[in-house]
């Protein structure tokens, strides 16, 4: 058992792995990654979908079935990925039960062509929650201005949401408030609140991606001086923004009702950029209660060589503020950048997600075999 992971843990940081795949599940390696490195939750995104598709056989049966049945394509993605999402909550369900639902969380994304589209989000949310059927499920949905009501009407229905693709801090804001405002809906509803659970994830590395395209551009002295900064400021100052919201009155009530706090979870933590140090946005984003989801090649780096030294959040907030003045200052223009982030971020999904229905359509027929 990795005793680095183990600190980690016992500094309040919940550690996901942002993985899964019909393989890593056939041969028990979730199992092995749970009690060997800490692992206590899983993530999910069409990428990682469409990537464990196309490698290997492990689909291959089910796929067969679906071919037989003439299922369509988009019906194929969803029962294919449901599986993998069930199977996965099974695994984890001991660190559910065992945390009082605090972690043991598997989550899968509403189709990301919905992004824009909040009833047809719900919809989704919907029928992804019944075909999984487990306690254990967290269903994505993207920050968008149209998901923000979506994550509200979800949670009012008593579905618990990962609230994903979040870059920037008023965003953000409005996420807390959509998650507010959906557990006053489901307490009305007459929901028990201790049985929804939310986390916000707040994506890290391509902050830093972005910003540092922009600081290369402008190519003075100065903006090299603040490169490779913006992803650990930014995450910081929302870590700031949540301990303001949730200890406001309007949190307190709902506290009081039985409600469980929406965690901030660091997505995007693989750092993009060589020359950085890989566990980066691990050991510079510890805090209390917060979740941190890595690619595996991450994962095995903190364990190999991290140095979770405690809280680096919480004391940082002046540090954060005064690195974000100076990109304004040097001309980056973080409206500008966030904005950008978001639209890529969803286009970046949405090619994943046809790159996975074209990958099960072509399965679907080569199971099917050649036509009468």
């Known amino acids: 058992m990795s005793e680095t992971l183990k600190r980690l843990s016992d500094q309040g940081v919940s550690i996901w792995l942002d993985d899964i795949s019909r393989e890593r599940l056939r041969t028990g390696n979730l199992e092995e990654l749970v009690k060997d490195k800490h692992v206590v939750g899983v993530t999910s995104n069409p990428t990682i979908f469409a990537k464990a598709l196309s490698q290997g056989s492990a689909y291959d049966g089910q796929v067969r079935d679906l071919a037989v049945r003439?299922?369509?394509?988009e019906e194929a993605v969803r029962a294919i990925t449901a599986y993998d999402?069930?199977?996965g909550c099974d695994v984890l369900r001991p660190v559910y039960?065992?945390?009082?639902?605090?972690?043991?969380?598997?989550?899968?994304?509403?189709d990301p062509r919905l992004a824009h589209e909040a009833e047809r989000t719900v919809a989704e949310a919907r029928a992804l929650w019944w075909m999984v059927d487990r306690p254990n499920l967290f269903i994505k949905i993207p920050a968008t201005e149209a998901g923000l009501p979506a994550i509200t009407a979800a949670l009012a229905e008593g579905i618990s949401v990962n609230v994903t693709l979040i870059f920037s801090l008023e965003r953000y804001a409005g996420v807390i408030d959509a998650f507010f405002a959906g557990l006053e809906q489901a307490k009305a509803n007459g929901h028990d609140l201790s049985t929804i659970a939310s986390v916000a994830s707040f994506f890290v590395?391509?902050?830093?991606?972005?910003?540092?395209?922009?600081?290369?551009?402008i190519g003075s002295p100065e903006a090299a001086a603040l490169r490779s900064k913006a992803g650990v400021a930014n995450a910081r100052l929302a870590y700031a923004l949540y301990e303001e919201k949730?200890?406001?009155?309007?949190w307190t009530a709902l506290r009081d009702a039985g409600a469980r706090p929406q965690r901030p979870l660091w997505a995007s933590t693989g750092v993009k950029d060589p020359n950085l140090p890989d566990t980066l946005y691990v050991d510079q984003l510890i805090a209390p209660d917060t979740v941190n989801t890595m690619p595996e090649a991450t994962l095995d780096a903190e364990a190999d060589h991290g140095d979770p030294a405690g809280d680096a959040v919480t004391g940082a907030y002046d540090d954060a503020r005064a690195h974000m003045a100076a990109l304004k200052d040097a001309g980056v223009d973080y409206d500008d950048v966030v904005r950008v982030l978001e639209e890529e971020g969803v286009e970046k999904f949405e090619a994943s997600w046809k790159q996975l229905l074209g990958t099960v359509e072509g399965e679907l027929k080569k199971q099917a075999g050649p036509a009468a």
């Open 246 to 250: 949730f200890g406001s009155d309007r």
């Open 205 to 217: 590395s391509r902050v830093d991606t972005e910003i540092d395209k922009r600081l290369d551009k």
């Open 97 to 110: 039960d065992s945390t009082g639902g605090l972690d043991g969380r598997v989550s899968l994304e509403v």
């Open 85 to 87: 999402i069930r199977w």
């Open 70 to 73: 003439g299922v369509d394509v």
